[in-house]
């Protein structure tokens, strides 16, 4: 039994009838050229085999009773293959709008929390002869780093490699009483303050480094100094040496809202999503001319894309909107891989501006400066923080915000989530020699929030994911034309020559 962390549980307290906690990815497969080849035996077959070293798999939930501590995960005692996996076909003709749509409805339904968070969909009946897969796995149970190693540990990059033999089994366990998890509970609570002191002083140091102010330090020292008798001692040390209080000027502060866009309101349970891929050695090539970096090019690809999608709704705010990038900070050392390390930047994007080399300098601009205030402050420390939040607390004030549509009421604090995710450099097959042709993110909305855009890089593809909500962005194929034809407006300005035609609505299958 291991308890989840508080980053972990987070996307839990924030479902609603309307927002959900789990991610997503549609891989695109290659069918062999094997007549008896069945997409869904084979993926059937690749899980049942690896689920000894699958754990996000294996695992369910169990809530602490009065939600007075965070939930833990065990191995579920009732766990069943043929109930997370699943065999399913779009309707004719199969081309990517069905597609799209289909994975538009199965990401708009809730998980079932009385079994392991995950489900999987083999799709067949695409128009191209490829079949794709569908994988709903909740964000409490990894992120997109352990996402991208799960998939390694799935797919071969050999097309002839025999089927993998599993290491070790797994064992299922008895789910634990509420006496049990009340015990648990009661040694967790005596614990917390000492936890809480030790992050308030990392923090209110990192404060110090952020604004330049004395102030914080001084107090971090002086409770340092300040605790009398032997526990304050042991806290003491805990606590650290003193910092020194000498700064230079403070940075210029971030902005703490955004302007508003008919994206940012309170979201409905319906989505929408789109996609396409990009050559990777086109962007590549870009970033060469310009002197950037493929982030570069991913923001302001998007930050033109949504300067263009505005104008034509006759709604581009007069300010620059405001992106959060989701920013990994695992180091590598993690005793548990399979938990979320994640935390984010919130740059500027330069929709005002309509030059796109200038365009691309102020995103470059805004980057580094987003990094630089995330350099200053600790972000584990902020992370960990949220291990001390009263879940109880955390869940009323997701239903009271969801109740009151506060979305409609505030300033969002970012108007939209912009992920750029490094995948595989190496062509990946399913057992049976399918292999990988595309892996499309496809990501969550929350109220306030309700479009994503998510980048994955495979091989030497760019595959973009958009994720809408329904009624706020009816069109969001229009914006996925923007995108990628933002990508041709920037290698023109670059004086690039693009080594594939943009992917149009014709080519994509799209009607």
């Known amino acids: 039994m291991k308890q989840l962390s508080g980053l972990d549980a987070s996307f839990l307290y924030m479902e609603t009838g309307r927002s959900f906690g789990h991610v997503n990815g549609l891989s695109i497969f290659e069918r062999p050229d094997d ?182 330090d001084a107090l971090a020292n002086q409770i340092r100094r300040g605790l009398p008798g032997p526990a304050g001692r042991v806290v003491s040390r805990a606590l650290g040496a003193e910092v020194p209080t000498d700064h230079d000027e403070p940075p210029a502060a971030p902005r703490i809202t955004a302007p508003r866009t008919p994206f940012n309101a309170t979201i409905t349970p319906h989505r929408r999503f789109a996609y396409r891929s990009a050559s990777l050695t086109d962007v590549k090539a870009i970033k060469n001319a310009v002197g950037a970096t493929i982030n570069d090019i991913v923001m302001a690809v998007c930050a033109g894309a949504l300067r263009g999608y505005l104008e034509l709704h006759d709604a581009l705010p007069e300010e620059n909107l405001r992106a959060m990038v989701p920013v990994s900070i695992r180091t590598g050392d993690e005793d548990d891989p399979w938990t979320n390390r994640v935390s984010a930047v919130f740059p500027d994007l330069p929709t005002t501006v309509e030059d796109p080399l200038l365009r691309l300098q102020e995103v470059h601009q805004a980057m580094a400066s987003a990094k630089e205030q995330f350099d200053l402050l600790p972000a584990d420390v902020l992370v960990d923080l949220s291990q001390l939040a009263p879940p109880a607390l955390a869940i009323r004030a997701s239903r009271v915000a969801a109740r009151t549509r506060l979305a409609d009421r505030t300033s969002p604090p970012f108007n939209l989530v912009i992920s750029n995710v490094p995948g595989p450099r190496q062509p990946l097959y399913l057992t049976g020699g399918a292999r990988l042709k595309h892996y499309y993110p496809v990501s969550t909305i929350i109220d306030g929030q309700g479009l994503n855009i998510t980048v994955q890089s495979y091989v030497d593809r760019l595959d973009f994911g958009l994720v809408a909500c329904r009624e706020l962005v009816p069109d969001l194929w229009t914006l996925m034309d923007l995108v990628m034809g933002e990508i041709a407006v920037l290698a023109a300005a670059a004086g690039v020559e693009l080594s594939e035609p943009i992917e149009t609505d014709e080519t994509a299958g799209v009607p």
């Open 35 to 216: 007549p008896d080849f069945s997409p869904y035996l084979a993926y059937r077959g690749l899980l049942e085999r690896h689920l000894p070293m699958l754990e996000p798999f294996r695992r369910r939930l169990v809530e602490v009773p009065l939600a007075l501590d965070h939930p833990y995960w065990v191995n579920d005692p009732d766990f069943d293959l043929d109930f997370h996996v699943r065999h399913i076909a779009v309707p004719a003709p199969g081309t990517a709008l069905e597609l799209a749509e289909l994975v538009a409805r199965l990401i708009g339904r809730p998980m079932d929390r009385s079994r392991p968070l995950w489900e999987v969909y083999v799709i067949e009946g695409l128009d191209s002869g490829d079949f794709a897969v569908l994988s709903k796995i909740h964000h409490a149970t990894i992120d997109g780093a352990a996402g991208a190693a799960l998939t390694a540990m799935l797919l071969d990059p050999d097309p002839d490699a025999p089927p993998r033999v599993p290491l070790g089994e797994w064992t299922p366990e008895r789910l634990p009483s509420n006496a049990e998890l009340l015990g648990r509970t009661a040694v967790e609570l005596a614990r917390r303050p000492v936890k809480a002191l030790r992050l308030q002083v990392r923090l209110l140091r990192g404060l110090g480094r952020v604004t330049r102010n004395q102030g914080f």
